[in-house]
């Protein structure tokens, strides 16, 4: 059940990540026996810290998918930015045209200004 992820933290260091399943049989024996008894039984890493919040995540874990890693990575700072961006490399690639790197940051660079405009436009009419 223990999945390992290299990640560039530090020398020695990795970052650990389990399949929602995993998560969802420490949280129950967790609930059965304190946050700190996962990790003697499990032989786990995570702290009492990290359980108790895949218990208060218990939910969201519930609704996904077993195998699939929870929480993994952040939530985007601007949604729209990046439903737009993601709107318009489809359109491209539909119409077969070539998105690459510099391309598709100057098409962010479009939206996001954009967006700005829009933001504006909305205060000054409020």
Not at 77 to 86: D, H, M, T, V
Not at 101 to 110: D, S, V
């Amino acid at each position: 059940f223990l999945f390992t992820i290299n990640v560039k933290m530090s020398e020695n260091k990795k970052c650990i990540s389990y399949p929602a399943n995993f998560n969802l049989e420490v949280i129950k024996f967790a609930e059965e026996h304190g946050n700190k008894a996962p990790t003697r039984q499990f032989g786990l890493p995570p702290m009492a810290a990290m359980i108790g919040l895949w218990r208060k995540h218990k939910d969201e874990l519930l609704q996904m998918p077993r195998m699939k890693r929870a929480a993994q990575g952040k939530k985007t700072r601007w949604p729209n930015l990046e439903e737009k961006l993601k709107h318009w490399v489809k359109s491209q690639r539909q119409t077969g045209a070539f998105v690459s790197t510099k391309i598709l940051i100057n098409q962010r660079r479009r939206i996001a200004k954009e967006i700005k405009k829009e933001q504006r436009g909305r205060t000054r009419n409020n």
